[in-house]
Antibody, heavy 121, light 107 residues
Framework: EVQLLESGGGLVQPGGSLRLSCEAS????????MSWVRQAPGKGLEWVSV????????AYADSVKGRFTVSRDPSSKTMYLQMNSLRGDDTAVYYC???????????????WGQGTTVTVS | DIQMTQSPSSLSASVGDRVTITCRAS??????LNWYQQKPGKAPKLLIY???HLQTGVPSRFSGSGSGTDFTFTINSLQPEDIATYYC?????????FGQGTRLDIK
């Protein structure tokens, strides 16, 4: 069964840092791009970042560019999101999602994790 | 960035009704359009990809159509378990963008 499990969320002060993890199982991890998507309380979905299957290419939403860094470790089948200089408007549930394709372009997000909550206050 | 506009923002319908949600893109996105269902407190779930293709395991009462800038999502014979918020999402360009969501309630 294909599964994604996020962890690392929590309460952090403005200006602080946090690293989220997304552990994958049930599929060939390096063959698929992976994305982070967030949802602020009571709001809609906002794409945050994508990393290619190889890890060589990444892309970011303008709202997080220069503050967030996405990476992946094929040996542990884990994707990470390093979040620095956190602000109140980064407060959200953060989901990781598996992409259908391999490129860092974002396409069809066919499997989602359960989400991890980040509160900046 | 490509803007995705869904309508309506919310709607109420009765069990057995046919429900239609529209999604309009700010520019031509061909058929690079997906639909997701999000139930309260849960992660989104892919229902329709490439505008009209039903994801494996999704009931056939869900369907999608459209291309270019105008798209439609339909639920035939609404069921109680369909209470959720529905989102369209384009992937013609980075950043991928979502519609603002349509909240569906049962009357």
């Amino acid at each position: 069964e294909v599964q994604l499990l996020e962890s690392g969320g929590g309460l952090v002060q403005p200006g602080g840092s946090l690293r989220l993890s997304c552990e994958a199982s049930g599929f060939t991890f390096s063959s698929f791009a992976m994305s982070w998507v967030r949802q602020a309380p009571g709001k809609g979905l906002e794409w945050v970042s994508v990393i290619s299957g190889s890890g060589a290419s990444t892309a970011y939403a303008d709202s997080v560019k220069g503050r967030f860094t996405v990476s992946r470790d094929p040996s542990s089948k884990t994707m990470y999101l390093q979040m620095n200089s956190l602000r109140g408007d980064d407060t959200a549930v953060y989901y990781c999602a598996k992409d259908w394709g391999m490129a860092a372009a974002g396409s069809v997000l066919d499997v989602w994790g359960q989400g991890t909550t980040v509160t900046v206050s | 960035d490509i803007q995705m506009t869904q309508s309506p923002s919310s709607l109420s319908a009765s069990v057995g009704d046919r429900v239609t949600i529209t999604c309009r893109a700010s520019q031509d996105i061909s058929n690079y359009l997906n639909w997701y269902q999000q139930k309260p407190g849960k992660a989104p779930k892919l229902l329709i990809y490439d505008a009209s293709h039903l994801q494996t395991g999704v009931p056939s009462r869900f369907s999608g159509s459209g291309s270019g800038t105008d798209f439609t999502f339909t639920i035939n014979s609404l069921q109680p378990e369909d209470i959720a918020t529905y989102y369209c999402q384009q992937y013609d360009n980075v950043p991928i963008t979502f519609g603002q969501g349509t909240r569906l309630d049962i009357k």
